[in-house]
């Protein structure tokens, strides 16, 4: 069993900074593949970010490119979303993921990850 624990998300506004962190428990967080994801109100959960476990892959995908990054500490468990020149668009309920038993699916899709956090709001005022 594998809990997260998403913290950092707050208002803030159009341009701003905010950095969320997601908590991690289990013995092999090294090995699992992480992501962050979004949801809207009344839209779909939305890929952000993924990184693998070494930490020396990353995706995104064009709507969060070179606005977005996504780190990981494995000595610490945790990984991380730091997200800049923020817009009225991105904001949603963030939501850390992880994939313990990543087989080569497309960190795109939701059904590659098996635990999930309760999420953290961000808002993004004009």
């Known amino acids: 069993q594998v809990q997260l624990v998403e913290s950092g998300g707050g208002l803030v506004q159009a341009g701003g900074s905010l950095r969320l962190s997601c908590a991690a428990s289990?013995?092999?967080?090294?090995?699992?593949?992480m992501g962050w994801f979004r949801q809207a109100p009344g839209k779909e959960r939305e890929f952000v970010a993924s990184i693998s476990g070494s930490g020396s892959s990353t995706v995104y995908p064009d709507s969060v490119k070179g606005r977005f990054t996504i780190s990981r500490d494995n000595a610490k468990n945790a990984v991380y979303l730091q997200m800049d020149s923020l817009k009225p668009e991105d904001t949603a309920v963030y939501y850390c993921a992880a994939s313990t038993k990543f087989t080569g699916l497309s960190v795109r899709f939701t059904s590659t990850y098996d635990y999930w956090g309760q999420g953290t709001q961000v808002t993004v005022s004009s």
């Open positions: 289990g013995r092999t967080f090294s090995t699992y593949v």
